[in-house]
């Protein structure tokens, strides 16, 4: 049996080829047809050019139907592929083709004179554009090519995609995951959520990351169901297409946005059964007043790139606010102390995953790998965590984040909690800064309201808010207030560059 991804996601294409599957915003329609056939064609010319089964494809494109196509005629040619974000530099990339030494990279137009020197410079025999448009000296080299190809055998072993991770400390690793990897998450996540005949996607998230690409794109494909392709998050946008479909998946802050919408609400969400948010957290006060103003729960679930998905709230009994719910069916989770044994309810530990699900290792980096996984191969995803009474999995943070001042441990959460519940704050980041007593010093960056009530917040009035309800070595010793946070491509907000910058203030 071939366990090529590609073979798996195509057996539930729909028997109708004309029947949709890009809905793009201009009203054109990519059919499933249309989707075999054009990467039956770039999968001819990879072939042509020369790559073997095994071999890496990257791609550094925008958002497009052409660019979702090459992702599956790579998996349907045997190579294995690496989508790049589209803001990543000079230095990133060097480091990328460099480490992945890729046997075709993929670029916009106004990339290629960058993309011919770091190719040349990395061995990378083969360069070729696609522009915003979904055009470009790829799309020409493919057109004369036969619009029919047998799917290369692969076994669930087998690399399918590379994906680097974001990188917040030191050098970006290479997550490779299988075609088992890829299959079970997208078979599990499919059913898990109950997809159905008639579903329709409103996709609006970035497809260089596992939640667009992975997550959104397997699960609406193994249902052959169509989805509307944006090119990128827009909430006048969504309420037009809300309507029309059946599903969204997003970061937080396409929520938060939305309920800026004053017409959001019941009906633009009528035709709705899910909404499915992730790759950060999701704030209670976001959970509740987008119940409050639809009737429907958000569905808040767990994951990361070595693994795609690990926990999901459920699809039928309580999403609890606050939690990403419980492991995923064929993923095992456990949370540890510092001595490797399971903690106590409400108890904040180490997570640990296993299953067909997490990665195979990092590119090129046999000895990192091993650092990773424990003796009875889970995989430590740095992540902290607890279990309440009824085994939601609530996450504190990455392990990274965590404080320690005077030799006790703080986990930011528990005091951005309480900071985000304050009147005029709409979010905060806890993060340690140097002390000359504590070692670190618990210090919290916070988002003013544009209102009377944000502009009266003060660092010591903050203070004074909490510091009844902490313990005193909790409580902020220092307070920023600020305009935003800095994030990631995925809308994470990115506590390392706040240590930089605050690091490298004078002592207060």
């Not at 029919?148 to 974001?166: C, E, H, K, M, Q």
């Not at 600020?482 to 690091?503: C, F, H, T, W």
Request: aromatic fraction near 8%; include cysteine; glycine fraction near 10%.
């Amino acid at each position: 049996m071939n366990q090529n991804l590609y073979a798996l996601l195509a057996a539930h294409f729909p028997r109708d080829p004309a029947a949709p599957c890009m809905i793009l915003p201009d009203g054109r329609v990519w059919s499933y047809g249309d989707v075999e056939r054009a990467s039956a064609r770039m999968a001819n010319l990879i072939v042509a050019l020369g790559l073997q089964p095994g071999d890496r494809v990257a791609a550094q494109v925008e958002k497009t139907p052409e660019a979702l196509v090459l992702y599956l005629a790579a998996i349907r040619a045997g190579m294995v592929f690496l989508p790049l974000n589209p803001a990543y530099q000079r230095h990133e990339l060097e480091h990328f083709l460099g480490d992945a030494t890729p046997g075709l990279f993929v670029c916009r137009p106004q990339s290629r004179a960058l993309a011919d020197e770091l190719a040349a410079a990395a061995g990378v025999s083969n360069v070729l554009e696609l522009d915003d448009a979904g055009r470009g000296t790829l799309i020409n080299a493919a057109t004369p090519h036969a619009d029919a190809f047998a799917t290369v055998p692969r076994t669930g072993a087998d690399l399918a995609a590379i994906l680097y991770t974001s990188g917040t400390t030191g050098r970006s690793k290479g997550a490779m995951l299988s075609h088992r990897n890829l299959a079970h998450n997208a078979q599990t996540l499919h059913d898990y959520w109950h997809f159905q005949p008639g579903d329709v996607l409103l996709h609006m998230l970035p497809t260089f990351h596992v939640h667009g690409l992975f997550v959104a794109c397997h699960t609406t494909l193994l249902n052959g169901s169509a989805m509307f392709f944006e090119p990128k998050f827009d909430a006048a946008r969504a309420m037009q297409l809300l309507p029309q479909s059946t599903v969204m998946m997003g970061v937080p802050t396409f929520y938060v946005r939305l309920l800026h919408e004053p017409s959001f609400g019941r009906e633009a969400c009528r035709n709705m059964r899910l909404f499915v948010s992730g790759s950060a957290p999701l704030l209670k006060e976001t959970f509740d007043e987008f119940k409050a103003r639809t009737g429907h729960t958000i569905l808040e679930r767990y994951g990361m790139t070595e693994g795609g998905m690990f926990t999901s709230n459920p699809y039928e009994g309580e999403r609890r606010g606050g939690t990403v719910g419980f492991p995923l069916p064929g993923t095992a989770l456990r949370i540890v102390g510092a001595g490797g044994t399971a903690v106590k309810t409400g108890e904040v530990g180490s997570i640990q995953v296993k299953g067909e699900n997490v990665f195979v290792g990092y590119w090129g980096m046999p000895e990192k790998t091993r650092e990773e996984f424990t003796a009875d191969g889970f995989f430590m995803t740095g992540d902290m965590g607890s279990w309440d009474a009824d085994f939601y999995v609530t996450i504190s943070g990455r392990s990274k984040d965590l404080v320690i001042t005077g030799g006790l441990n703080v986990y930011p959460k528990e005091i951005e909690e309480l900071i985000d519940a304050m009147p005029g704050v709409v979010e905060s980041a806890v993060i340690g800064l140097p002390h000359p007593d504590f070692g670190e010093a618990v210090s919290a960056v916070v988002v003013r309201q544009k209102n009377p009530a944000g502009k009266a917040l003060t660092e010591s009035g903050i203070i004074a808010a909490i510091k009844d309800r902490l313990a005193n070595f909790k409580v902020p010793k220092w307070v920023y207030l600020v305009d935003e946070l800095p994030r990631n491509a995925m809308g994470k907000v990115q506590k390392n560059i706040l240590r930089q910058e605050y690091s490298a203030q004078k002592p207060r």
